[in-house]
């Protein structure tokens, strides 16, 4: 056992010494908690707030067209981006937060910024008022990714996380595979607004359920002290940096051409931002977002690295299979979730055995290196899809997908955790659900502008000559596909099958990378133990002195 400040010593050791670091771990006799009432009740919890931010991802992606044609807009990239720019700017932040204020505030805190951005989703009269709405709950959808999976590691040592994560892995399945048909349904009967408005009681639900039994330490200090420990600087240059980067990708190809300064500009100021970002919370803040610890070790930028590669594939499956069934295949909203409900259900199932084979061997490298593999093969099928594909094959080609992707999505985070010290757990996990949400920025943006180019390039002249403010309008006629004369029907859904062959090219060369990234992680044995001074309170609740006490692991 350590006493007092946490020895970060530990934590900075050089890739050589991460299996030496691991195996001490085991020789740790730690006191565990009881997996008791209270403990499955918080964990309940954590799932409810799970699938919350499993129906903003995949219900919206299916009402979107609707959306868009309701709200006269045709901004539709930014509703996604918008919602996802302010959840992967907010995460590093709240996992300082986290650290400085304690657990419980933060979550609950975002779980009510989450229903306020919800309500003004659902009032929404324009595009613009829509993706205000967007980005608030964005803030709090980040916030909400980065506390559940940092109390998770507080409470269940990594070694068997893996169940752990899977079962919170079935609640976000449930949560996707219902989100379409939902999203569908309302967005049909022109009820899309309520697939906002229902998420404001499942947060009071989470929420009612944190306040009564999330009870765990909260630091000492005073308000003015703990607002002094925030690394503000940090803070500013990531949501900078990470502003600019999407905003380049919004523009590029749809207002501004690739190699356009309003393009190029934002593009590398935040690229360079980023970079920045990284070296300072390495070198001086006292308090860093990002500790110098984290990028350490091979394997931990191995899996870095793969955290962020995944959710560009999996988000651009999510996204733009629904615009395939419903441009080429002439499905309805509802229609599109319910064809490609396969992939959701795989995803689930597959990560919980993922995380049981990874508890039951103590290995993630051979589970991660099937499923960058298996995900190739699942993108490399959907480039073969033309307008006339069967759509069986179409079901048949996401279940690949689906099974690469629930593997690294439960497991790219045992290569990050497994060479540091416990006591990095919150930084580490919200640096890993940055990376994860900043991914997906990219994933819906590039995904968007690969789209439109390839439809400038392959949609009827007659047909854009419809459009003067550009083709990104022409997704919001994909409801209107069905109703078009012949041959200009034939005409129009091969135009978006031969560009949604682009996407799916650009999504296996993403998988390519990611494989190739994983070849550099080393076997790093499991931690076994928990940092007990993030624990559950075993003591009464007016003790809100925290434990100085860690586990050294």
Request: charged share 10%; hydrophobic share 50%.
């Amino acid at each position: 056992m350590t006493t007092g400040t946490h020895d970060n010593s530990l934590v900075s050791l050089p890739d050589a010494k991460e299996s030496k670091l691991a195996l001490a771990s085991k020789a740790v006799d730690q006191e565990r908690q009881p997996l008791d009432a209270r403990f499955w009740l918080v964990f309940l919890g954590i799932g409810i707030a799970t699938m919350i931010t499993a129906l903003e991802l995949s219900a919206v992606s299916v009402a979107l067209p609707t959306i868009t044609q309701d709200l006269h807009g045709s901004s539709f990239i930014w509703v996604g981006s918008a919602y996802t720019l302010a959840g992967t700017a907010f995460i590093p932040l709240s996992g300082g937060l986290s650290q400085i204020f304690g657990r419980r505030i933060v979550i609950l805190s975002s779980l009510a910024i989450m229903a306020l951005g919800s309500a003004l989703c659902g009032s929404a009269k324009n595009m613009t008022h829509m993706i205000a709405g967007r980005t608030v709950q964005g803030l709090g959808g980040g916030g909400i990714s980065a506390t559940t999976a940092i109390i998770i590691s507080d409470l269940v040592p990594l070694s068997e996380r893996g169940i752990y994560n899977g079962l919170i892995g079935i609640a976000w399945a449930m949560a996707s595979g219902i989100g379409p048909i939902v999203g569908g349904a309302l967005a049909q009967k022109g009820q899309w607004r309520w697939l906002f408005y229902l998420n404001i009681p499942i947060c009071g639900v989470a929420g009612a359920i944190m306040i009564l039994f999330l009870r765990v330490r909260a630091p000492p200090g005073t308000l003015k002290e703990k607002v002094r420990r925030i690394d503000w600087l940090g803070t500013f240059l990531v949501i900078a940096a990470t502003t600019a980067c999407v905003i380049g990708l919004t523009w590029s190809g749809v207002q501004y051409s690739w190699s356009s300064a309003p393009v190029l500009a934002p593009l590398i100021i935040g690229l360079v931002g980023m970079v920045v970002f990284i070296m300072y919370e390495c070198i001086f803040p006292e308090h860093p977002l990002v500790p110098s610890a984290l990028l350490s070790t091979i394997t931990g930028i191995s899996g870095y690295m793969q955290t962020f590669l995944m959710p560009v594939v999996m988000i651009g499956v999510i996204y733009y299979i629904p615009v395939y069934l419903q441009a080429c295949k002439g499905a309805s909203a509802i229609g599109s979730g319910v064809d490609a409900l396969s992939f959701s259900l795989v995803i689930a199932p597959i990560g919980l055995l993922g995380g049981a084979f990874v508890n039951r061997t103590g290995g993630y490298r051979v589970p991660l290196w099937t499923a960058w593999i298996i995900l190739m093969v699942g993108t490399g099928l959907l480039i073969t899809l033309d307008a006339d594909t069967p759509l069986g094959h179409t079901i048949g080609f996401l279940v690949p997908c689906a099974l690469g992707c629930g593997l690294l999505a439960f497991s790219t985070y045992f290569p990050v955790l497994a060479p540091l010290h416990v006591s990095q757990n919150g930084l580490a996990i919200a640096f890993f659900m940055f990376l994860r949400n900043f991914a997906m920025v990219w994933g819906v943006t590039i995904g968007g502008t690969v789209l439109q180019n390839e439809l400038q390039r392959h949609l009827p002249p007659t047909f854009i000559a419809q459009f003067p403010e550009g083709t990104v309008v022409a997704y919001a006629t994909i409801p209107a596909i069905a109703s078009l004369p012949e041959p200009l029907r034939t005409e129009v859904r091969e135009a978006f099958a031969a560009s949604l062959k682009v996407v799916w090219e650009v999504l296996l060369a993403v998988g390519g990378l990611g494989f190739v990234s994983s070849l550099f992680m080393k076997a790093v044995p499991l931690h076994t133990a928990v940092d007990d001074q993030w624990g559950l309170q075993q003591q009464p609740e007016s003790d809100n002195s925290i434990s100085t006490t860690t586990t050294a692991v």
